[in-house]
């Protein structure tokens, strides 16, 4: 079974940027995968995905700011994210998809303050 390990979360002032990285058990190669959210007493929220072809899709509110990108050699997935905001704190989610079956990682915890 597929194992996702996210890392790179923290402490970090707004406007600041951190990159969390999403390292799987085996290959990548042949899921779409995506990172989650959920803010403290809030429901889960879709953040970013990126296909196999590398074809990549941003809710709204991180456009611009945040940027998923695969290393297939790697098996790992990374979200780049700059200009955080206080509204970005939440725990991070990696999420991989293959044949409608979702595997998810433990998260990892951002916190934006000053």
């Known amino acids: 079974q597929l194992q996702l390990v996210e890392s790179g979360g923290g402490l970090v002032q707004p406007g600041g940027s951190l990159t969390l990285s999403c390292a799987a058990s085996?290959?990548?190669?042949?899921?779409?995968v995506a990172w989650f959210r959920q803010a403290p007493g809030k429901g889960r929220e879709g953040v970013s995905c990126i296909t196999t072809q590398s074809n990549a899709e941003y809710v709204n509110s991180v456009k611009g700011r945040f940027t998923i990108s695969r290393d297939n050699a790697k098996n790992t997935v990374y979200l780049q994210m700059t200009s955080l905001k206080p509204e970005d704190t939440a725990v991070y989610y990696c999420v991989a998809g293959v044949a409608g079956i979702d595997y998810w990682g433990k998260g990892t915890l951002i916190t934006v303050s000053s």
């Open positions: 085996e290959s990548l190669d042949y899921y779409a």
